[in-house]
Structures are given as structure tokens and as C-alpha cells.
């Protein structure tokens, strides 16, 4: 059965800092999702990671895939406030995807 | 921007009765999908959807589920008999390949009581 985890589960962070959330996955795939979701929200893509050494940055967040090590990671550069949310990776080894149990980021002035 | 439109958006039911979701994929596009999210918890896959059959169930959806594709542009979600342990959000999402990855629909929350 496919595993996915993330961690960590639970990140509070001044603003202006950097961290890393990492998230490793238990079969082979080369289609990684990243996924942002607000309170009550749906889900809003924010990278699709199709290869071995992909790395995608958009603003403050940078994602990247090591499929060898079925690792993905998405680095978060000077956080704000505004990326409070909560952060979701999905891994889709066939036409379907499988979520990671997300991490709850706070970013506190 | 093309979308997922799910309806309702909130739909409370007494236990015991049948509810259909509904959603509205994205017109091009040929898989579909059924997720939930139990409140505060992460999001699981229910079934995915293509040529008009199930391609692929999880062991949540039992024999109390079911979808359909009646019209060519609507896909329900079926729960037959309603538990309280289905009270969640419902995500219905469409895959157009894997470089746009899949679109997400706004969620209906269920609430069982």
C-alpha cells in the first residue's frame, strides 16, 4: 500500500525565516503534487513535480522531487503571514493521487 | 480559467438517508475523482472515474457508495445510507494529464445528524 508521509505535521515560524517540509512517499512514481489549503477551503495547486530533479519555485516556495530517494521537499524562503495554511503533497504513481496527512504552517509576525 | 463546480456547497441530512453530490468536471477532461476530507484530517481518496466506469476504489467506498456519470457532464457521488462517520467535506476533482495535474472543485461538506 502506498505511503505518504509528511512532516513535519505541525510548524510555527517567525516571519522572515526559511524552513523546509519534507515529504517521502513509499512506491515509485514521478508525478509529485504540492497542494495549499486554506481553512474551509478547497485545494489550490502550487506545483507539479514530473521528473527525477525537478524543482519549481513560485514566490517565497520552491518544490523539488528526488525520485530516487522518493523524496520531495518544499522550502519556504522569508515566510509572511500569507502562507499560513495548510500544506498538502500528493504522490500519483498511476491516474490517481494519494495525500500526505499535510502540515499546518503558522506564521507569526 | 476553466473549473470543477460542486453543488451544494453544504447539505445537512438525518442519518439513515440517501444523499447525491454532484459536480461538474471540467468539460475536456477524462478522469474524475472523488475525495473527502474528514474535518481537520488529510484527504482521501474515495474512486476515480473514466469511459463511464470505475477505475480504481478505495476500501472507504463500499457497497453504500456509488457514482455516476448520468448526462455526460455531471458526476454524483451516491451514499446510499448515511452514517455520521460521513460527515466530511467532498472533493470532486479532474485530471486532464499529469503536466496540469488535477483540478479540485470547491467542496461539499456533509454533515450527518
Known amino acids: 500500500e502506498l505511503k505518504v508521509e509528511q512532516n513535519p505535521l505541525f510548524l510555527s515560524m517567525q516571519e522572515g525565516k526559511n524552513y523546509t517540509i519534507y515529504c517521502n512517499y513509499s512506491?515509485?512514481?514521478?508525478?509529485l503534487y504540492w497542494y495549499r489549503q486554506d481553512p474551509g477551503k478547497s485545494l489550490e495547486s502550487l506545483f507539479v513535480?514530473?521528473?527525477?530533479?525537478a524543482v519549481k519555485q513560485e514566490g517565497r516556495l520552491m518544490a523539488s522531487l528526488d525520485t530516487k530517494a522518493r523524496l520531495s521537499t518544499l522550502h519556504i524562503t522569508a515566510a509572511v503571514h500569507d502562507l499560513s495554511a495548510t500544506y498538502f503533497c500528493a504522490v500519483s504513481p498511476r491516474r490517481d493521487m494519494r495525500f500526505g496527512a499535510g502540515t499546518r504552517l503558522t506564521v507569526k509576525p | 480559467e476553466p473549473e470543477v463546480t460542486q453543488t451544494p456547497s453544504h447539505q445537512v441530512t438525518q442519518m439513515g438517508q440517501e444523499v447525491i453530490l454532484r459536480c461538474v468536471p471540467i468539460s475536456n477532461h477524462l478522469y474524475f475523482y472523488w475525495y473527502r476530507q474528514i474535518l481537520g484530517q488529510k484527504v482521501e481518496f474515495l474512486v476515480s472515474?473514466?469511459?463511464?466506469?470505475?477505475?480504481?476504489k478505495s476500501e472507504i467506498f463500499d457497497d453504500q457508495f456509488s457514482v455516476e456519470r448520468p448526462d455526460g457532464s455531471n458526476f454524483t457521488l451516491k451514499i446510499r445510507s448515511t452514517k455520521l462517520e460521513d460527515s466530511a467535506m467532498y472533493f470532486c476533482a479532474s485530471f486532464q494529464g499529469a503536466y496540469y495535474g488535477y483540478t479540485f472543485g470547491s467542496g461539499t461538506r456533509l454533515t450527518v445528524v
Open positions: 512506491t515509485t512514481s514521478d508525478r
Open positions: 513535480l514530473l521528473s527525477n530533479g
Open positions: 472515474f473514466y469511459n463511464n466506469e470505475i477505475s480504481e
